[in-house]
Structure formats: C-alpha cells, structure tokens
Nanobody
Framework: QVQLVESGGGLVKPGGSLRLSCAASGSIFGTSTMGWSRQAPGKQREWVAH???????SYPDSVKGRFTISRNNAKNTLFLQMNSLQSEDTAVYYC??????????WGQGTQVTVSS
C-alpha cells in the first residue's frame, strides 16, 4: 500500500506562487512515476505534471512554463512549484503515485484558490 499526503495549498492572488508538497509512504520505489492532477468544481480531473523515476518531466500546455515538478527520492517527497497563478488554476490538487503494476494511488488533495 501507498499513502500520499499533500500540503501547501491555500489562497493566493493572481500572479502569485505556491509550492505544493506530497509526502509518500509505504511501498514506495524511486523508479515509479509520480505526478500531480487537479480538479475544479464541475470539471473532470486533469493532469498538470508528472515525472518518471528517471526524472523526465511532462506538462500540458495549460501549465507549461509556469509549473515545475520535482522529487526528492531520498525523502519520498514530490513537489509542484506553481508560478504566475491564474484564476483558472483554482482547483483541488492531487498527488498521484503509480506503482510498477500500473496501479494508481491518490492523496486526499489540497485546495488551491487563486483570487484577488
């Protein structure tokens, strides 16, 4: 089993920044893919970043250049640095871990609200 706990969400003004963290525990392997997704009210969950065990990061166009994913395998922690935040970034952000069998594990989410 895998447990994921997100933190770092909050209220920020447009143009501001936040850094999300995800602490992973359990059967964690540094070679597994981890990522971030978000879900806004009334919308489907969408991915915003993921990173392979080898350190390759990918982003959708909506956040490319503004969001940066990173991980500290020694501490089983995943990060998401979010800059130039916009109102459209308001959502609950979830951490995801995919094990070697392809099963996804999710955290409980952390709320990010971008508003003046």
């Amino acid at each position: 089993q895998v447990q994921l706990v997100e933190s770092g969400g909050g209220l920020v003004k447009p143009g501001g920044s936040l850094r999300l963290s995800c602490a992973a525990s359990g059967s964690i392997f540094g070679t597994s893919t981890m990522g971030w997704s978000r879900q806004a009210p009334g919308k489907q969950r969408e991915w915003v970043a993921h990173m392979t065990g080898g350190g390759t990061a990918s982003y959708p166009d909506s956040v490319k250049g503004r969001f940066t994913i990173s991980r500290n395998n020694a501490k089983n922690t995943l990060f998401l640095q979010m800059n130039s935040l916009q109102s459209e970034d308001t959502a609950v952000y979830y951490c995801r871990y995919r094990n070697n069998a392809g099963r996804d594990f999710w955290g409980q989410g952390t709320q990010v609200t971008v508003s003046s």
